[in-house]
């Protein structure tokens, strides 16, 4: 009954030889590359420590030069940058992945306020960006008058039981209003119901002459912030429809200068404010009338994307592409001739393309997908450089592997990065791919700590991600308490941030943007020889194929 000495040796012997078989399996060699995931292959060491400093801090200071013009969106300063990008592609033997050579030229249309836009109260002017913005959407030239109402929330409903117009018609009137939601009402349940909207509508529809927001800054945002950006010139896609000639004007008050259109109505802005969150609110004329007048110059221009590619060395694997994205555009020349040099954000970025794009063209290891390198323009405007070209892509979308952005608020130089943050790494399988890739390089992936900025929705790799191709931005920064480079970011913000100050800095370290670069490379490589390409966490809701024309799942 027992096993004979017999069968037990030639039990060995076949799994010996199975053994030994296995060995030699290219099943079990490639599971064998596999799964040692968390460490570096001698391939990826070599890559990581071929990613230049020099040609980081170079490419940096080049495109966030005087010269450069802080790279605006159809100014001559972003046209110059295109074409350094495209010299620089070159000389690394990308191949051209434009409509002309590199460059894929896209349509936009600016938008600036002429001096004879003006808001009068009776006689008196006031000062636009000061004391008032006109705020999006605007459809062109306007003048119209009218008089003052304030109608607090312009809210008529059941729950809470309201009516704010009770007993006035708006037609012909300008209209003081608050953004909601009243303090009485759940801001979730009030966004759902898009009650902001249906209340601006029905306004509009009821024919009010324009429509005043006013107390609309928060300490985190305040009217200052809001002001700055709204006089900037305004950039879009000029295929995009204008928007239609009936809306009237929207506007946005400072606080001083809404307490002025209250003067002489009874009462006070503050009593106003009060009133409005009470019950039983009623319109309250403020007894005069104003004066709005609007008048834009339109102009049509050129800007370029631009896009090269290392193609890939499997002849199959070699037609599926990983896009590599960073915006090279910044805020140009505006507001008279002050330039936005963007260096943090994103002339780094860019800087850290081109050095991950030289490691790998450089490189003798085999990469079997084809590498897309993607410079895109007008991001900073609504991601216009990124969503051209998901509409008119030069590679097919459904063989776009996945892609990395390389995007950010510069908090990468503040030391040697140690932690890095994954935005989209929830929702694919770059998620796992980013913590083997940190694990192998001594870096700890945390969870976003300002959840709140939303910064998932608002870069490049967002377009991809609506599209159904898995992308990721990664943010990196040092070691320690993350508070403390929190802080210096939040405080970056505020006096830096899409401001003419945003310029490379003595105290920058520039070991940061090198671990950036060499990451991106080390993801790239992963991603060009996996088997498959990146896919979707099953349950998340961008789980969607490549190329899908769905709308995106709702901000969450
Ligand atoms: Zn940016």
Same mark, same amino acid.
């Given at each position: ?117 003006? @808001?009068?109260?009776? =006689? ?25 109402? @304030? ?19 708006? $037609? ?62 305004? &950039? ?5 429809? =204008? ?18 259109? @209250? ?47 290392? =193609?890939?060395?499997?002849?199959? &694997? ?87 952005? @390389? ?10 990065? $140690? ?15 980013? $913590? ?82 060499? &990451? ?24 969607? =194929? ?11």
């Amino acid at each position: 009954m027992a096993n004979s000495l017999k069968h037990l040796l030639v039990c060995k012997f076949v799994a010996t030889l199975l053994a030994v078989l296995l060995l030699f399996s290219p099943v079990l060699l490639r599971a064998q590359q596999t799964s040692a995931t968390n460490v570096l292959s001698a391939e990826e060491r070599d890559l990581s420590a071929s990613v230049k400093v020099e040609t980081i801090k170079e490419v940096t200071a080049a495109l966030s030069s005087v010269e450069m013009q802080g790279r605006g969106t159809m100014q001559a300063g972003g046209d110059r940058a295109a074409d350094y990008i495209a010299q620089r592609f070159a000389k690394l033997g990308l191949k051209p992945l434009g409509k002309t050579s590199y460059m894929q030229p896209i349509t936009f249309r600016e938008t600036r306020f002429l001096p004879e836009t003006s @808001f009068r109260l009776g =006689e008196d002017p006031f000062t636009l960006g000061t004391d008032y913005v006109v705020t999006p959407p605007y459809s062109g030239d306007k003048s119209v008058s009218g008089q003052l109402v @304030f109608v607090a929330y312009g809210l008529t409903s059941n729950v809470p039981k309201r009516d704010d117009l009770a007993g006035i018609d708006v $037609k012909g009137k300008i209209v003081v209003m608050l953004e909601g939601p009243p303090k009485n009402v759940d801001k979730l349940s009030w966004s759902k119901a898009k009650a902001q909207m249906t209340i601006m509508q029905r306004l509009v529809y009821q024919g009010a002459a324009g429509l005043v927001f006013v107390n609309t800054g928060t300490a985190d945002r305040p009217y200052s912030e809001m002001a700055d950006y709204l006089t900037r010139r305004r &950039l879009e896609l000029a295929e995009n429809e =204008e928007m239609p000639s009936f809306l009237p004007p929207f506007l946005t008050f400072s606080n001083e200068a809404a307490e002025k259109l @209250f003067v002489g109505s009874g009462l006070t802005f503050d009593q106003a404010l009060e009133l409005a969150d009470r019950e039983g609110f009623k319109p309250i004329s403020l007894k005069k009338s104003a004066k709005i007048t609007i008048r834009l110059k339109k102009t049509k221009g050129i800007s370029n994307n631009v896009i090269g590619f290392l =193609e890939g060395s499997d002849p199959t &694997l070699k037609a599926e592409g990983l896009v590599y994205t960073a915006h090279y555009d910044a805020y140009g020349v505006d507001k008279g001739n002050r330039i936005y040099h963007g260096a943090a954000d994103n002339a780094l970025g860019v800087a850290e393309m081109i050095a991950a794009a030289e490691a790998l063209t450089q490189s003798h290891a085999r990469i079997r997908r084809s590498i897309i390198f993607l410079a895109v323009t007008g991001e900073e405007y609504g991601g216009f450089g990124s969503s051209y070209w998901i509409d008119n892509p030069t590679w097919k979308i459904k063989q776009i592997a996945a892609n990395l952005n @390389f995007d950010g608020m510069g908090t990468e130089v503040y030391g040697p990065v $140690k932690t890095l943050v994954g935005y989209g790494a929830e929702h694919s399988s770059l998620g796992a791919l980013l $913590k083997d890739v940190a694990a192998a390089t001594g870096l700890t992936v945390i969870a976003d700590p300002r959840p709140e900025e939303k910064s998932f929705y608002r870069s490049d790799h967002y377009y991809f991600v609506k599209k159904g191709v898995p992308g990721l931005m990664i943010l990196g920064a040092p070691e320690g308490e993350i508070s403390a480079w929190i802080n210096r970011m939040k405080e970056w913000e505020k006096i830096d941030y899409h401001q003419p100050t945003d310029v490379v800095r003595p105290d920058w370290n520039w070991e940061g943007p090198r671990t950036m670069a060499a &990451l991106g490379v080390i993801l790239g490589f992963r991603i060009a020889n996996q088997d498959q390409m990146p896919s979707w966490i099953p349950n998340s809701p961008f789980n969607r =194929e490549r190329g899908t024309n769905k709308p995106p799942p709702p901000l969450q």
